[in-house]
T-cell receptor, first 112, second 111 residues
Framework: DAGVTQSPTHLIKTRGQQVTLRCSPK?????VSWYQQALGQGPQFIFQ???????QRGNFPDRFSGHQFPNYSSELNVNALLLGDSALYLC???????????FGSGTRLTVV | AQSVTQPDIHITVSEGASLELRCNYS??????LFWYVQSPGQGLQLLLK??????LVQGIKGFEAEFKRSQSSFNLRKPSVHWSDAAEYFC?????????FGAGTTVTVRA
């Protein structure tokens, strides 16, 4: 049974560019949450998707947007990249109303 | 607003010794509390969680945690540490399905 799959594992982008990160949830899960983990910090909640809609959002600017597809997979898009966006981006899946989160291994984004 | 504080940034412990990681939270009611472990380059693995009931919670890999409402704490313990326990440990809470994490405690295990 596959867990949460994230792609790519590593990515290097230039300031001002746009990036798309992808997440496939664990089989049976229908909710996807995204977290940003800066070096030496705990993960920070970005947003959560369920039924293809953004249900909750953390304190992140509109440059961060997302999407959920009918098969429950999700994308995180970041526009106009800043150096400060360099971080590990984690995807977590769960079943709606359930606190059993499964995390992926993350995408390491470096902005230069 | 809720918050989680992990007072210890880094702890070094000898293999076979006991380990205790501290976690304090701020929230108006009793939140759902979690401990996660993160090995280098990896995602987060759930060690244990507390929702209600017995305040001493058993988890995987021999870890346990005790919820103390009066102290707003949820400390993690392990009686005998193995070299493979070297990792970063995060305490988290949620009242509403989005997790709020502490800054983490890095555990180094010396032989």
């Amino acid at each position: 049974d596959a867990g949460v799959t994230q792609s790519p594992t590593h990515l290097i982008k230039t300031r001002g560019q746009q990036v798309t990160l992808r997440c496939s949830p664990k089989s049976g899960h229908d909710t996807v949450s995204w977290y940003q983990q800066a070096l030496g910090q705990g993960p920070q909640f970005i947003f959560q998707y369920y039924e293809e809609e953004e249900r909750q959002r953390g304190n992140f600017p509109d440059r961060f947007s997302g999407h959920q597809f009918p098969n429950y997979s999700s994308e995180l898009n970041v526009n106009a990249l800043l150096l400060g966006d360099s971080a590990l981006y984690l995807c977590a899946s769960s079943l709606k109303g359930n606190y059993g989160y499964t995390f992926g291994s993350g995408t390491r984004l470096t902005v230069v | 607003a809720q918050s989680v504080t992990q007072p210890d940034i880094h702890i070094t412990v000898s293999e076979g010794a006991s380990l205790e990681l501290r976690c304090n939270y701020s929230y108006g009611a009793t939140p759902y509390l979690f401990w996660y472990v993160q090995s280098p380059g990896q995602g987060l693995q759930l060690l244990l969680k507390y929702f209600s009931g017995d305040t001493l919670v058993q988890g995987i890999k021999g870890f346990e945690a005790e919820f103390k409402r009066s102290q707003s704490s949820f400390n993690l313990r392990k009686p005998s540490v193995h070299w493979s326990d070297a990792a970063e440990y995060f305490c988290a809470l949620t009242p509403d399905y989005k997790l709020s994490f502490g800054a983490g405690t890095t555990v180094t295990v010396r032989a």
